[in-house]
């Protein structure tokens, strides 16, 4: 990442499990983090939603460093999320239910190789998950996040909180926490984790004869004259000032769904729009667009600027559909400190937006 274009990522399988290692530096959808620094990590309570309380569950995370900074020669944004559907109602500034954070490393550091991260595969067998950094930091069992909590019988299992420890406790550790040789072997199933792949990055290419014909097509589907009919008598019905002001309302909604249909259907299958500071998000709907002054200056006092969304593309993915509420979301967007802040290479908290797809759309 880092171009001056638009760039596309893409949901695709994790074939080789080790490409999504954190020495690889991957872009990547669920699992556990890959995390890219070892001091900072934020801390249980950052990642706790601010809705309901429970632990958030990692989302997504990109690597978008910044040629131009050497103290970001590695840089990556770690996005979590709540998994209880009803914590989604609100729209505009996520009260919580969404949390980002941005980490970053110079290219001389204590982690990694000064060099490229080798393109073969690992000649020693790839663990299943990484429940301890190098420097020795535990992570949680179930999330994969900073352990501070241990397991008080057998000192060995690690958790981010009591809900986890429990979580954990109920699916598996009961019995093995007395058996130590059994500890390593397998991590259950917690069914918190949501299901994890390789975000593939690719710049954006516009066509401009495709997406008029798109848009023609949307426009004589409005034409049609048994959509008409099957509304006029309502319409008879309403007040004429009332009508006037529902027209121009869904008129200037249209066009901005109709733009977001045409910026998105060469590549339906987009997942991730990235653009630091440069073009704008592409919103789904006309309301709860946020004004400059709603996007709340950077803790260092810098302001914030937009860096990349998250398309509603990515909750075909989660598996998250029930036959009640489901997470949702119209386009959730990302604005980070225009100063890129080295707070002392920790996890700094950024700012996000979520917006909804309009009832009128």
Known sequence: MGSRA?????????????????????????????????????????LRCCVCGQPCAFLLQLYAPLPDRPD????????????????????????????????????????YSFEPPPEEPPLEEVPGAILQLKCGTKLCKVCGCLGPKVCSKCHKAYYCSKDHQVRDWKVGHKLS????????????????????????????????????????????????????DSTHEAVESLDE????????????????????KERTSLEPEQIIRYCRDREGPIWISGENIPLETDIPNCACGAKRVFEFQVMPQLLNHLKVDSLGESIDWGTVAIYT????????????????????????V
């Open 6 to 46: 638009v760039e596309l990522g893409f949901a695709e399988e994790a074939v080789d499990a080790w490409r999504l290692r954190r020495e690889q530096f991957p872009s990547k959808v669920g699992g556990r983090p890959a995390w890219l620094g070892e001091s900072g990590l934020p801390d249980p309570s950052e």
């Open 177 to 228: 926490c007395a058996q130590s040789d059994q500890m390593d072997i397998a991590i259950p199933d917690h069914k918190f984790l949501f299901p994890e792949y390789e975000i593939v990055i690719e710049p954006e290419e516009m066509e401009p004869s495709s997406i008029g014909e798109t848009k023609q097509k949307d426009l004589d589907k409005n034409k049609d004259p048994t959509c008409a």
């Open 337 to 360: 400190c225009a100063d890129n802040c080295n707070l002392g290479n920790l996890y700094t908290e950024e700012f996000i937006w979520k917006q909804d797809i309009s009832n009128s």
């Open 241 to 260: 000032n009332l009508l006037e002001a529902m027209a121009k309302h869904e008129t200037e909604e249209d066009k901005i769904f109709q733009k977001f």
């Open 72 to 111: 970001a020669f590695h840089r990556g944004l770690f996005l979590f999320a709540c998994r209880q559907p009803a914590c989604y109602r609100p729209a505009g500034p996520a009260p919580g239910s969404l949390r980002v954070f941005r980490n970053q490393l110079p290219r001389k550091n204590d982690i």
